[in-house]
């Protein structure tokens, strides 16, 4: 078992459970500890208020709903993140594009490495 998320707290926000199970999985494995996980905005919002993380990965696209309300609401808390999608990061808006962006399907190395360039591992804001 790698630890090189060790300590970290991970909202993770996929609309999709069996991809959220895979991504608390390998988070899990590589020692992040999973805060929670939503398939919508308003969950996610209810646990962005009611959890302490470091961080967040975020599904771009969470069915017929946008994840744009979350990603101000992280800007706002200054809690870091990284996008999931299938889309070309031209399609993104430009503001999120200084936010990591990983394409679907993705290696665990790929999340692992993401994560660990954003989170701090100290106590959450």
Not at 5 to 26: H, K, M, Q, Y
Not at 51 to 71: F, I, N, T, Y
Not at 91 to 120: F, G, N
């Amino acid at each position: 078992m790698a630890d090189e998320l060790s300590g970290c707290r991970v909202l993770v926000v996929e609309d999709e459970p069996i991809v959220a199970f895979d991504l608390a999985e390998i988070l899990e494995r590589h020692g992040a500890t999973v805060v929670g996980w939503a398939g919508n905005v308003a969950d996610a919002r209810r646990l962005v208020a009611g959890s302490q993380m470091d961080c967040a990965v975020l599904d771009v696209d969470l069915g017929r709903e946008s994840v744009a309300p979350l990603v101000r609401e992280l800007g706002v808390l200054q809690i870091p993140f990284v996008f999931m999608t299938g889309y070309d990061e031209k399609d993104l808006s430009p503001l999120w594009r200084a936010h990591p962006i990983l394409h679907k399907p993705m290696l665990a190395a790929e999340l692992v490495d993401a994560l660990s360039r954003v989170c701090s591992f100290g106590p959450a804001l």
